[in-house]
Nanobody, 121 residues
Framework: QVQLVESGGGLVQAGGSLRLSCAAS????????MGWYRQAPGETRDLVAS???????NYADSVKGRFTVSRDNAKKTVYLQMNSLKPEDTAVYYC???????????????WGQGTLVTVSS
């Protein structure tokens, strides 16, 4: 079973920084796109940032210039560096991966358990 294990959430004041990490464990063939989504209470789960295996990135407009997504393919880990945090960034952040378990079992979706980020004003 492939699992995504997140770490790095917590409480921070507005203007501060946090770094989230998400490591994939288990046997797999290849990780394609990895990324981060977030869900605030009463809201939908929305894309924050994603990165392909080749390093191409995509960001939500609300975090451009403040957040940076990166990955270490050897460690099967994706990171989200969050700077200049705002109270509206408060949410549960979920790691996501599109991966291939084998040559024949491809494009599976996996989610982490979520980590809470709280930004106080």
């Amino acid at each position: 079973q492939v699992q995504l294990v997140e770490s790095g959430g917590g409480l921070v004041q507005a203007g501060g920084s946090l770094r989230l990490s998400c490591a994939a464990s288990g046997s797999l063939f290849r990780i394609n796109t990895m990324g981060w989504y977030r869900q605030a209470p009463g809201e939908t789960r929305d894309l924050v940032a994603s990165i392909t295996s080749g390093g191409n990135t995509n960001y939500a407009d609300s975090v451009k210039g403040r957040f940076t997504v990166s990955r270490d393919n050897a460690k099967k880990t994706v990171y989200l560096q969050m700077n200049s945090l705002k109270p509206e960034d408060t949410a549960v952040y979920y790691c996501h991966a599109n991966l291939d378990l084998s040559y024949y079992t491809r494009n599976l979706e996996r989610w982490g358990q979520g980590t809470l980020v709280t930004v106080s004003s």
